[in-house]
């Protein structure tokens, strides 16, 4: 049994954290995120959910105190963007490094300076080297939908990282669609419970978290984060295949849309991956032999599988909403590039667009492939849709 | 509106920080998905102020939809306040044969003189008088919708009606959200089009 209804993406996040119940949310209020908290206090003050919601004063207080309900053996969430997960930074990699399966929504915004509200991914991208695995959406559905897979990643016993959840700000976050959600049981039972491993609770086989570890085991708990990085791959698909025995809608390190034996892709990711489906769509329509593939598992990267399916492309176009501001490329883009090194022949070509919420249309996607088409190529970015 | 079979129907709605257009767009999109149809609605968020010119958009189709753009080719365009027009481009991107329903007590014959409209299909309805009579203040969104769904034909006046006896009867109350249902009636029966 499913439930239609008319949601944000903020209030499909809030659904996501009411189904899901965790036994500790601490956050911080900031825009666009605010909806998402401010629906979730409410079932928590109406009784619907039988969370601690604990308001902090500031984002970097809200990561601290899920790394400390986490250590003690809870299920905890929390949700944030732009400057408040800037604000977060050092507690990001405490989070992951004490191998804590913290869930967190990031409603993806640009950052300061100048102030901006409105979306880039500036504030994941930077943080993609974290210890936390990122998800991207496309839409509200996959707001859903991902957010429920998250916290079955994340707990599981060989990954226990804490995963972001990232859709893009107003675009997204504030645009009504239609959402089929799970019931509620069928969310708890597909989850499960929450059982930690070594609790901090547990005063009977007392555990320490976060002791001083210097040169004689420093790196050998780093080399085990990485390994928990490495086996989310598999857990990601496993969980994935689960949630599509479920829910019947069906998920993957990235979609294929009739990339499979284009001779022009693009990559791209988040929400104006649909707009760039919308132009394949045209394009396929008027004979043109282009495609999309686009990105959902950001972290763990999904390289080999990523080199399988570009390896007969002709030409590549990778398109980043987030500038590495490093005279090279972005984020998406450099990892694509050294992915596909010495295993591909194809051009790779770089787009930066929509920083700062700047819109994306279908025009400018087909300008993209007709670019591929032309053989329009230089080493560096090229900038679409800003005045130069 | 296009011919039907053609699945994707994207509306414009420009009105002023307040004056409900995006509820109406929100509300549009609720009711069109509780008919099992596909729908989209967003507003364009600019700096929020009461007053202000301000854009919220729905897309409506028998398919999900992929686009996560601004909309620039519009079906129809909602005018809930004429002192727009001049101010912003309300026609912007509206084709020859696209739809625009003005808040105004002229006819469509008079409204376009007095907008300067050339080409398209011309829609009145006195929004703003509705309002003040059913409502007691200038809050024309709902008028609005009723006179959309009635030239539109995208929605069912019926199910308009209960869903916003649905959706907004925790919220404002049973006695409001009837004189809103009082409005939405009035104004898909008073909806003037350039024959009548």
């Not at chain 1, 732009?82 to 490094?97: F, T």
């Not at chain 1, 398109?319 to 596909?340: C, K, T, Y």
């Not at chain 1, 919420?357 to 087909?366: L, T």
Request: a negative charge; one cysteine or more; proline letters at 4%.
């Amino acid at each position: 049994m499913s439930t239609i209804l008319p949601l944000t993406g903020n209030e499909s996040g809030a659904e996501v954290m009411r189904q899901i119940a965790p036994d500790v949310v601490a956050a911080y209020p900031i825009t666009p995120q605010t909806e998402l908290m401010h629906r979730f206090a409410d079932y928590v003050a109406d009784g619907k959910v039988p969370t601690e919601l604990i308001l902090v004063e500031s984002e970097h207080s809200a990561m601290s105190a899920c790394v400390g309900a986490s250590a003690a053996g809870a299920r905890v969430m929390t949700a944030t963007s732009s400057q408040g997960m800037a604000l977060m930074w050092e507690i990001l990699y405490i989070a992951a490094a004490l191998r804590l399966p913290i869930v967190m929504p990031l409603v993806n915004r640009s950052l300061s300076a100048p102030i901006n509200i409105h979306c880039d991914h500036s504030d994941s991208m930077g943080a993609r080297d974290t210890g936390w695995l990122q998800l991207y959406c496309e839409n509200c559905q996959e707001i859903y939908d991902t957010g429920i897979q998250a916290m079955k990643i994340a707990e599981n016993k060989d990954v226990l990282l804490p995963v972001m959840v990232c859709y893009d700000g107003f675009i997204l976050s504030h645009t009504v669609e239609r959402v089929e959600l799970l019931e509620d049981h069928e969310v708890k039972g597909f989850i499960g419970e929450h059982i930690a491993d070594h609790p901090l609770l547990d005063v009977d086989n007392p555990v320490t978290y976060g002791p001083l570890d210097l040169q004689d085991f420093y790196f050998e708990h780093k080399r085990q984060e990485a390994e928990a990085m490495r086996n989310a791959k598999p857990v990601v698909l496993q969980v994935a295949e689960e949630y599509e025995v479920l829910s019947g809608r069906k998920y993957g390190l990235f979609e294929e849309y009739f990339s499979k034996d284009a001779e022009y892709i693009m990559v791209c990711l988040g929400s104006a991956a649909g707009t760039a489906k919308a132009a394949v769509d045209e394009l396929r329509a008027a004979g043109e032999n282009v495609g999309l593939l686009k990105l959902r598992v950001f972290r763990p990267f999904p390289a080999e599988e990523l080199v399988a399916a570009l390896a007969d492309a002709k030409r590549i176009a990778v398109m980043d909403r987030a500038d590495g501001v490093n005279s090279i490329g972005g984020p998406v883009f450099s990892e694509i590039r050294a992915a596909l090194y010495g295993r591909s022949s194809a051009k790779i070509s770089n787009y930066i667009y929509g920083l700062g919420g700047r819109d994306i249309d279908i025009e400018m996607m087909k300008s993209v492939f007709q670019d591929m088409k032309d053989g329009k190529y230089a080493e560096e970015a090229f900038y679409l849709g800003v005045r130069e | 509106m296009p011919e039907k079979g053609q699945d994707l129907i994207q509306l414009r709605w420009h009105s002023r920080g307040g004056q409900g257009a995006k509820t109406a767009a929100d509300f549009f999109t609720q009711v069109a998905i509780s008919e099992g149809k596909y729908s989209q609605a967003f507003p364009e968020y600019g700096p929020e102020r009461s007053g202000a010119p301000m854009r919220s958009y729905t897309r409506i189709s028998s398919e999900p939809i992929k686009l996560h753009s601004a909309v620039y080719k519009p079906d129809a365009v909602i005018i809930l306040d004429p002192t727009l027009v001049g101010t912003v481009n309300v026609w912007e991107g509206l084709s020859e044969e696209g739809e625009v329903v003005i808040n105004t007590r002229l006819t469509p014959q008079e409204a376009r003189k007095e907008f300067n409209i050339t080409g398209h299909k011309v829609f009145t309805i006195d929004a703003t008088g509705i309002a003040l009579d059913e409502l007691g203040r200038n809050i024309p969104n709902m008028p609005m919708v009723g006179a959309l769904v009635k030239v539109s034909g995208l929605l069912e006046l019926d199910h308009v009606i209960e869903g916003l006896r649905k959706t907004f009867s925790a919220k404002f109350g049973k006695e409001v959200v009837e004189k809103n249902v009082r409005a939405i009636n009035r104004a898909y029966k008073e909806v003037r089009t350039e024959d009548a």
